[in-house]
């Protein structure tokens, strides 16, 4: 009598050591659901890379327009004496050398004498505008690069959403087999299917995953679908105020984020999550997910000039649950999760069309964007701009900025929920079988 085999998948050996004596995989190891997850992440790492050098080069512009305000305000009191040009041309070089930015710099010798400080003091004024400018204009094109990348990430959802799919199937196919209840001594590790924690560390997340249904997965994709498009159009509306020229528009809050079971209020305090929110953060609000929690803040800009709101997402930590134990799954609890997951592998696998009207404003985005250089690379040649204009280009650029990395941040947020519930999901369906006396495990 030939030897019984049993079927096992990637997520068994998730958190324990699994003997593979008698065992087939279920899926070949390049196309399970772990290794087009990892793809994804790949591009998620170089968000992150990106991320740190857009923030860099936002705060180095910050300063130079903050240089280029006080040089001017020097002009009335009869130009920069050579103590202060000296360390102003200090901060400025570097600033300049990190960004390859070109400008012209002036002696601190030519601050020493009282005829020639306002002169130089001009010129200084001038050096430290034009490297603003192409600080500027560099954060359009950071913009710009980013827009290729997300683009580039869709097109990686579509095998992890494959594989996610063919994993809840063939798991749908081994729950067909269960007969009877399961054992109610059995328990299920909280560390187990840790993907489902919200980051709160209660079994609040646990309750809300056995009662998903296949809706709830439907209605997430919809709900980040519409806050991307929102916060791409800002993005192209504060744009569309650089190449005007005009003051930066207000800034709107994105949609509230309610997709069925998939995200939810906190129920009481927030304060335990302050530590996750920058200094001067306001408008503070937590809302928790499968895998993580959502925060949103608002950040007054540089001199009263408005405010950003702001998307963050912090992700749960396997420690956050590793305490709790659960009552395993009905078989009828199986198939709605599993229903669920395979929703949610068809959005990701069908994620750029069903987010075609995001990337027709994607489009509209790059037609601003290519205009805004073009109106930078005019403003290189102008010899009278003022910090004032400055500051209202550094603004606009700024809220674009905010309001695109927000678009950024949901769709990270988006596929991180969508990555939690499929794999935590499965682990929950895979973690239950143990508990029935007719299962292969």
Sequence with gaps: MARPTRSIGNENAENEVVDLEGAELMEAPQESVETQLVEVERGNQEEVVDAIDGDQLEGDVDQLVDHADNVEASLEEGGMDPVAARATEIAVEDICNRWNF???????????????????????????????KQGIAAIIEWIKRRVAQVKEIWRKYINAGKAIKSRAEKLRARVAKLTGSPDKDEKVEGSKIWQLVSGQGDKLAFAKARSLKATDAGSLVEAFGAAI?????QTTKMMESAIDGTNTPKMENVPAIKAGQCTWELNGSESKFKRHFPSGATETKVTAAFGGLILSYKQALPSGEGATFHLKWVAAKMSDVEDIELDP???AEMDNMLDTVVVIGANLEDYI??????????????????????????NAAKKDLD?????TDRGNVKSAKAAFENAQELDKIYREVARACATGCMAYVTASFAAYKNSDE
Aim: aromatic share 4%; hydrophobic share 35%.
């Design 329 to 331: 799954l009905e078989t």
């Design 387 to 391: 910090t004032n204009t400055m500051k």
């Design 353 to 378: 069309r069903k987010f075609s009207k995001v990337e027709r404003s994607f489009s509209n985005l790059e037609r601003a964007l290519s205009k805004a250089e073009s109106k930078m690379g005019k």
């Design 102 to 132: 070109k400008r012209k710099t002036v002696g601190t010798e030519n601050y020493a004498s009282g005829s020639n400080r306002m002169a130089a003091t001009r010129l200084g004024l001038e050096s430290i505008i034009d490297a603003a």
């Design 229 to 233: 498009d929102v916060e791409i159009n």
